[in-house]
């Protein structure tokens, strides 16, 4: 890759933007098959699922690609990607490596970087790893004794519940991991309290452990978290994180301990250490505590909440419901893969930098809205979109591209863009007929087991059915926002939503933030060494967005006539399935792009069996 300085780079995207892509319709670059080819991401873990990033109908050729790689270069974006196992604060001696708070047992990553400005003597260069899993070694104990009935509450009851309190980030990482889980089969038998029914003296009692989320001092929304739980059974989980509704709300939860259990026990220090566990930035305080139920962050979460989702704030709550095998092997071990990924693919492979790479082609480059609406077409995905919006908020919130390379552009539009959460269709008319056009990122599970929790009410052939529909109103969406109305989305598709693919998404978003930071010039060491130089941006007001629109005649009902199209090229593949060598004889469907006709041959081919299974059945 030539060298070329951030301000040529930033130049020759301008120019390249202004007089080669502007005028190109996405019509025409849909029908250029190797560029659509060459623009779906596949990332495969080997009986862990598959993600799949189409960025084929965005606005960009394939030239765009390489001079967004040039730029990324000359922001230094492969060194940033190379120091992230040593550290990523400003401070190198630090030891804050994010990767090390998910790498597996065994590994060995040291506490800074072996380069010759380095004075640190090799000796002195400790595994920053053997902390981490130490911690570990600490929830799973903590875990397993909850779940196994080991420890107890005050009146002998099995606790079964979590209460979290908290704020920020990890708060909505939590709550996207907690809703996917429960609707996985493998996440749903381990939050199954049947093995335990016994234990309840055979009550209709709820079937699952459950988690509730407090990030709000509001006394009314804590009643109603708390409403329909039975103290004997609950455990408070706080992460104190040095703000002052974090520890409002703990006081409150408090309270409540004393005020339920206080006949029960009069000693109050023996109600808190069975019902109460801390997690805290505060070493201080850990020193001085010095009990088993308070969890000290690491250095690199601490203060920072962006990176606190893969450390005891979320992991510990979570072993509790789900159980630590499942946290430790599939969750981590998916954030981890992500981790590898990032660190050992091809720039041009490499699905987070791609995926910062066009955000910021969209934000800066061309003449449409800045920021992106994420919009959910599987249930459990709802969760994710909010997580995203928050963990960007906090990382791409200061600094800014230098001056020099905004002179070609008005630097007021050459900003960062915001992200919005659709969570049910409310954007819709935002994205077909604003005058500026937003980008759409849409997420799909391909796999309809997902809904297996509903076959007692739902026939099979229901339910498939239904995700067909999911399926092809997705697909339908893009391609009337792209063919017809000439405006971008990615989309994100995931085989099954299981912990594997939680914790890859979530590493996938850490990732793309901070390159996208990088990419910015935002200074992401700040954010990683204090909280007192965050600045969260306003809110963007969707008032502020609707008022732009224009009326254009079409938009969502036009995408339900090319969704039922798809529905019927979608029954004509799955008919063609059935016949003999179709295996080998992949169906073409007529009047469909590339992208959508391999995406509907991939879902067929994947649901093949449980259709074929389910003949004749109900």
Not at 10 to 28: C, F, G, M, N, Q
Not at 312 to 332: A, H, N, Q
Request: net charge neutral.
């Amino acid at each position: 890759m030539p060298i070329t300085s951030a301000s040529q780079a930033w130049a020759i995207l301008v120019r390249h933007a202004r007089d080669d892509i502007e005028s190109l319709r996405l019509l025409e670059l849909c029908l250029d098959t190797h560029r659509v080819s060459s623009l779906v991401s596949v990332l495969q873990n080997e009986n862990k699922g598959t993600l799949v990033v189409d960025f084929s109908r965005q606005k960009l050729a394939l030239e765009t690609l390489d001079h967004l790689l040039h730029f990324a270069y000359a922001r230094k974006c492969m060194e940033f990607i190379n120091r992230m196992p040593y550290s990523i604060s400003a401070n190198r001696n630090e030891g804050r490596s994010v990767l090390a708070l998910r790498a597996p047992r065994g590994a060995n990553i040291l506490h800074s970087s072996p380069s010759p400005s380095n004075s640190l003597p090799d000796e002195q260069r400790f595994n920053v790893c053997l902390s981490v899993h130490k911690e570990w070694d600490r929830m799973k104990r903590f875990s397993e004794s909850y779940r196994q009935g080991v420890l107890r509450s005050c009146t002998g009851a099995m606790i079964r519940d979590v209460v979290v309190v908290g704020s920020g980030v990890a708060m909505h990482a939590l709550r996207f991991v907690y809703d996917a889980l429960l609707q996985d089969p493998k996440g749903n038998q381990a939050a199954s309290l049947s093995m335990q029914r016994r234990t309840f003296g055979g009550s209709s009692d709820p079937p699952h452990r459950r988690l509730r989320l407090i990030s709000s001092i509001d006394t009314s929304t804590a009643l109603k978290a708390l409403q329909d739980l039975d103290i004997n059974n609950s455990c408070d989980n706080s992460s104190l994180t040095g703000q002052e509704e974090t520890g409002l709300a703990s006081r409150l939860l408090k309270h409540w301990l004393l005020q339920q259990l206080s006949s029960v026990s009069r000693k109050t220090e023996s109600i808190f250490s069975k019902h109460m566990l801390l997690v805290t930035g505060n070493e201080r305080l850990y020193q001085s505590s010095r009990s088993e139920s308070v969890f000290l962050l690491p250095p690199i979460a601490r203060n920072s909440e962006p990176f606190c989702v893969t450390t005891s704030m979320t992991l510990l709550p979570l072993s509790i419901i789900f159980g630590w095998p499942l946290v430790e092997d599939e969750f981590l071990g998916g954030a981890h893969a992500m981790d590898t990924h990032v660190m050992e693919s091809n720039p041009r492979h490499n699905i987070p930098l791609l995926l910062a790479l066009v955000d910021l082609w969209n934000d800066a480059f061309l003449s449409q809205a800045s920021g992106r609406i994420i919009q959910p077409f599987s249930e459990n995905f709802i969760g994710y979109g909010d997580f995203v919006a928050a963990l960007e908020s906090q990382v791409c919130s200061g600094g800014g591209i230098d001056i020099s390379m905004t002179s070609s552009r008005n630097t007021k539009d050459a900003s960062c863009g915001w992200v919005i959460n659709d969570r049910g269709d409310v954007y819709d008319r935002c994205l077909f007929q604003s005058k500026d056009p937003t980008q759409a990122e849409m997420l799909l599970t391909l796999d309809p087991t997902v809904y297996q929790r509903q076959t007692k009410m739902m026939k099979i052939d229901d339910i498939i059915s239904h995700h067909d529909a999911l399926l092809c109103s997705l697909l339908g969406q893009a391609d009337e926002l792209a063919l017809n109305h000439n405006r971008p989305s990615t989309l994100m598709l995931v085989g099954h939503l299981d912990a594997f693919m939680c914790g890859q998404l979530i590493a996938l978003a850490e990732h793309r933030t901070l390159l996208k930071a990088q990419l910015w010039n935002m200074n992401s060491t700040t954010v990683l060494t204090s909280t007192s130089n965050i600045n969260i941006p306003s809110v963007i007001s969707p008032s502020s967005i609707i008022s732009s629109l224009s009326i254009i005649k079409g938009g969502a009902s036009l995408r339900t006539v090319r969704a039922d199209g798809l529905r019927e090229e979608l029954g004509k593949l799955v008919k063609n399935a059935d016949l003999p060598g179709a295996e080998d004889d992949e169906y073409s469907p007529e009047g469909v792009n590339l992208s959508t006709a391999t995406l509907l041959n991939n879902y067929a081919g994947r649901t093949r069996r449980i259709r074929l299974n389910n003949v004749g059945g109900d």
